[in-house]
């Protein structure tokens, strides 16, 4: 997760129907290397030979065992297999290997991290086998390499989560952790290696019947690549909802008791299970995804509060807390489970996070649910303000049954599904 929102790849794949478009640069006529810009079904000269030539198509894809080499009009060979493409200068050719993530990477792949990002704060190996490794989350990532000197080039990130849409549960990814090398950050090279890697991980991951949606909260720069590569859409600028730890509401006389728990036990699942009806979509709030983001994270100390009956002990409501997060003097609303209709459960559950927030000298608690949805109208009633931020959420949908509107209107998230906090 990390603090730096994903870049989405573009569509299509290395199967039957690619269409591929072969485009020189003027900048590297003289050295006469070409490179690649995905687009739909042939190789096609952008800007190379006269416009008589252009559109003509120099070679068609056909399976991805086929192993061909073609002459684009500036001279250079361009050679494809599979889903892997190469450049070639003179008769040296270096492919790019473009492939699943595997174990064993761990170490090449915080390289080039600390390449891209450095300055920023690091990734621990530790972080990257919680976030990637753990059996609980399907690692659907896939890498470039150079097969000289076996780095990795780029990396595609993505969290395959267990997702209720429309009381079934599907499987949709989180793009997460995008990088590419900086010597081929300049200029349009950076189209090339990167529309190859995105182009991978469509086609190696996303369907209808597949994982159907990918989402995630990039920077406003890699939203744009994102709608070049991958027809990413804006779902929704990201507004928070703010309020002073001492104006929280408080419950008197109630019969719930509020407790922090370190283990989170098979009754999550029956909560999951009375909230889940409520919503349209959203990940699924499980024992397993919860043990997994919370308690199983090695940076952050999460506090998972549950409300219960005093008496009995059945489990009303669940609410996850940390220090700092959307400010390093603020407390915040990480995740919250509890069904709309329980308004003691979330009045409980919030007075206990404006008593810890204060005992800790932070006077602001923040908390993100989507606009329009039940939460974010029940917490201004409570006393939130709304603030609005420059985060966005993005999406792209495979499944024509479940629209952009479906997902703007009814896909449930909490601070918990950003990667920054």
């Given at each position: 997760?990390?603090?730096?929102?994903?870049?989405?790849?573009?569509?299509?794949?290395?199967?039957?129907?690619?269409?591929?478009?072969?485009?020189?640069?003027?900048?590297?006529?003289?050295?006469?290397?070409?490179?690649?810009?995905?687009?739909?079904?042939?190789?096609?000269?952008?800007?190379?030979?006269?416009?008589?030539?252009?559109?003509?198509?120099?070679?068609?894809?056909?399976?991805?065992?086929?192993?061909?080499t073609v002459r684009s009009l500036d001279g250079t060979e361009m050679r494809e297999r599979g889903a892997a493409m190469s450049r070639t200068r003179g008769r040296r050719s270096v492919p790019w290997i473009l492939r699943s993530v595997q174990r064993g990477d761990d170490d090449g792949l915080l390289e080039l991290y600390s390449e891209v990002f450095s300055g920023e704060s690091a990734r621990s190996a530790a972080h990257w086998r919680w976030k990637y490794l753990d059996p609980r989350v399907a690692n659907h990532s896939c890498v470039a390499?150079?097969?000289?000197?076996?780095?990795?080039?780029?990396?595609?990130?993505?969290?395959?989560?267990?997702?209720?849409?429309?009381?079934?549960?599907?499987?949709?990814?989180?793009?997460?952790?995008?990088?590419?090398?900086?010597?081929?950050?300049?200029?349009?090279?950076?189209?090339?290696?990167?529309?190859?890697?995105?182009?991978?991980?469509?086609?190696?991951?996303?369907?209808?019947?597949?994982?159907?949606?990918?989402?995630?909260?990039?920077?406003?720069?890699?939203?744009?690549?994102?709608?070049?590569?991958?027809?990413?859409?804006?779902?929704?600028?990201?507004?928070?909802?703010?309020?002073?730890?001492?104006?929280?509401?408080?419950?008197?006389?109630?019969?719930?008791?509020?407790?922090?728990?370190?283990?989170?036990?098979?009754?999550?699942?029956?909560?999951?299970?009375?909230?889940?009806?409520?919503?349209?979509?959203?990940?699924?709030?499980?024992?397993?995804?919860?043990?997994?983001?919370?308690?199983?994270?090695?940076?952050?100390?999460?506090?998972?509060?549950?409300?219960?009956?005093?008496?009995?002990?059945?489990?009303?409501?669940?609410?996850?807390?940390?220090?700092?997060?959307?400010?390093?003097?603020?407390?915040?609303?990480?995740?919250?489970?509890?069904?709309?209709?329980?308004?003691?459960?979330?009045?409980?559950?919030?007075?206990?996070?404006?008593?810890?927030?204060?005992?800790?000298?932070?006077?602001?608690?923040?908390?993100?649910?989507?606009?329009?949805?039940?939460?974010?109208?029940?917490?201004?009633?409570?006393?939130?303000?709304?603030?609005?931020?420059?985060?966005?959420?993005?999406?792209?949908?495979?499944?024509?049954?479940?629209?952009?509107?479906?997902?703007?209107?009814?896909?449930?998230?909490?601070?918990?599904?950003?990667?920054?906090?």
């Open positions: 997760m990390g603090g730096h929102p994903p870049n989405p790849g573009p569509r299509g794949g290395g199967g039957r129907g690619t269409r591929y478009r072969v485009v020189a640069f003027p900048s590297d006529a003289a050295q006469g290397v070409s490179y690649i810009e995905f687009s739909s079904v042939r190789v096609t000269p952008l800007c190379a030979g006269p416009p008589s030539d252009w559109g003509r198509p120099l070679m068609r894809h056909r399976e991805l065992h086929d192993y061909r390499q150079d097969p000289e000197d076996g780095r990795f080039v780029a990396h595609i990130g993505g969290l395959a989560l267990p997702t209720w849409c429309r009381g079934e549960v599907r499987t949709t990814t989180q793009s997460v952790d995008n990088m590419l090398a900086p010597r081929l950050q300049q200029g349009l090279k950076r189209i090339g290696v990167f529309a190859l890697a995105v182009n991978h991980w469509v086609d190696s991951w996303f369907g209808a019947e597949r994982d159907f949606i990918a989402w995630g909260y990039p920077s406003e720069g890699n939203f744009r690549i994102g709608q070049r590569f991958c027809k990413y859409s804006l779902v929704r600028p990201i507004n928070v909802l703010l309020c002073e730890s001492g104006s929280l509401p408080a419950v008197s006389g109630s019969s719930l008791e509020v407790i922090e728990t370190r283990v989170l036990g098979p009754e999550i699942n029956r909560l999951w299970e009375r909230c889940a009806p409520s919503m349209e979509m959203g990940l699924v709030r499980n024992r397993a995804y919860l043990d997994w983001r919370y308690r199983a994270h090695p940076d952050v100390d999460y506090r998972v509060l549950v409300a219960q009956d005093s008496g009995s002990g059945g489990l009303r409501g669940l609410c996850v807390m940390r220090d700092g997060g959307i400010d390093p003097g603020a407390a915040t609303i990480m995740d919250w489970l509890v069904p709309s209709d329980d308004e003691e459960a979330a009045c409980s559950l919030l007075g206990e996070v404006g008593r810890r927030a204060q005992a800790a000298g932070q006077g602001t608690v923040g908390a993100f649910f989507p606009d329009g949805l039940h939460w974010f109208q029940r917490f201004q009633e409570y006393g939130f303000r709304v603030r609005a931020t420059e985060a966005i959420q993005v999406a792209r949908s495979w499944d024509r049954a479940v629209s952009l509107r479906d997902i703007r209107r009814g896909f449930y998230a909490t601070f918990g599904d950003m990667d920054v906090y």
